[in-house]
């Protein structure tokens, strides 16, 4: 199942930088989006979300954007604290279920 | 801040033996999920479950498992004979209802299967 992906298994960015994590998708269906943040041995930390109908949602240090016609959005944190290390995943709504597709993850290690 | 609860914690069990798994959602949510993760594997939709009933579920979810709200609180998750590759971490979500999207996860139970 490949219809949520997240290209890059690693991140690694200085503290007070940017940090960009990406999530590509096929399915065109798909209208809802949300990001998770997960720490070893815990469950899946809820971030920020967005909607099919709009391209950017804006929630304190971080933001996404949704690029409907690329079927790609994007988490922004800025600026990265060393707090903000861990596994960040992309997850997608399919309208006709209710199940979450979730990508593989991404690792982000902010250093200080 | 409410969120939602899961024992035991970690679980080992024999091949063949019966586990069941337990959740409590977020208090008045209506919307109840299971999904797991086999180690270095994405996390994976089992079953979703409202009024009383599966609503939807995946090719994973088999004979083998069930789910059940056997009180206003509890929702579990029973696999029959366990199975070497059902060891994984199992997640339980819960959803407030069809206008909010956002599904909230437990801390997962880990499930190893000897």
């Known amino acids: 199942d490949q219809q949520v992906k997240q290209n890059s298994p690693s991140l690694s960015v200085q503290e007070g930088r940017i940090s960009i994590l990406n999530c590509d998708y096929t399915?065109?269906?798909?209208?809802?989006f949300l990001w998770y943040k997960k720490y070893p041995a815990e469950g899946p930390t809820f971030l920020i979300s967005i909607s099919s109908i709009k391209d950017k949602n804006e929630d304190g240090r971080f933001t996404v954007f949704l690029n409907k016609s690329a079927k790609h959005l994007s988490l922004h944190i800025v600026p990265s604290q060393p707090g903000d290390s861990a596994v960040y995943f992309c997850a997608a709504y399919d309208p006709s279920g209710s199940r979450l597709t979730f990508g593989e993850g991404t690792q982000l290690t902010v250093n200080p | 801040e409410p969120e939602v609860t899961q024992t035991p914690s970690h679980q080992v069990t024999q091949m063949g033996q019966e586990v069941i798994l337990r959740c409590v959602p977020i208090?008045?949510?209506?919307?109840f999920y299971w999904y797991r993760q086999i180690l270095g594997q994405k996390v994976e939709f089992l079953v979703s479950?409202?009024?009383?009933?599966?609503?939807?579920k995946s090719e994973i979810f088999d004979d083998q498992f069930s789910v059940e709200r056997p009180d206003g609180s509890n929702f579990t998750l029973k696999i029959r004979s366990t199975k070497l590759e059902d060891s994984a971490m199992y997640f339980c979500a819960s959803r407030g209802d069809r206008y909010q999207e956002t599904q909230y996860f437990g801390p997962g139970t880990r499930l190893l299967v000897l």
């Open positions: 479950f409202y009024n009383n009933e599966i609503s939807e």
């Open positions: 399915n065109s269906m798909f209208d809802y």
């Open positions: 208090s008045n949510h209506l919307y």
